[in-house]
Nanobody, 123 residues
């Protein structure tokens, strides 16, 4: 499955953005999906994941209560709703998928990756 992330941009602190991850060449309905982010000059880090089997979700502590992962299987899209954004959320955001039923935060466990979309939180 090929993934395409979109929806990034410049937003003020406290604002919201919704990122989309559109899949082609396969179905997301049988894939677990995840979001990772890579701040400038830093390593890629786990943000959130949703298991395909029962839609259980897992979040990094830094985004719990502010970010929500969801999916629209009919349209082959996964989303990351980001609310109450902070400057430290600035990063390139990547979506990933796995045929395993997983919400692991381990980068190497996710087989398919989309290109990133830049989110900048600044006043």
């Amino acid at each position: 499955v090929q993934l395409q992330a979109s929806g990034g941009g410049l937003v003020q602190p406290g604002g919201s953005l919704r990122l989309s991850c559109t899949a082609s060449g396969g179905s997301l309905s049988r894939s677990s999906v995840a979001w990772f982010r890579q701040p400038p000059g830093e390593e890629r880090r786990f943000v959130a994941a949703m298991r395909w089997r029962n839609s259980d979700a897992n979040y990094a502590d830094s985004v719990k209560g502010r970010f929500t992962i969801s999916r629209d299987n009919a349209n082959n899209i996964a989303y990351l709703q980001m609310d109450n954004l902070k400057p430290e959320d600035t990063a390139v955001y990547y979506c990933a998928a796995s045929i395993s039923s997983t919400t692991t935060p381990l980068t190497h466990a996710w087989r398919s990756w989309g290109q990133g979309t830049l989110v900048t939180v600044s006043s």
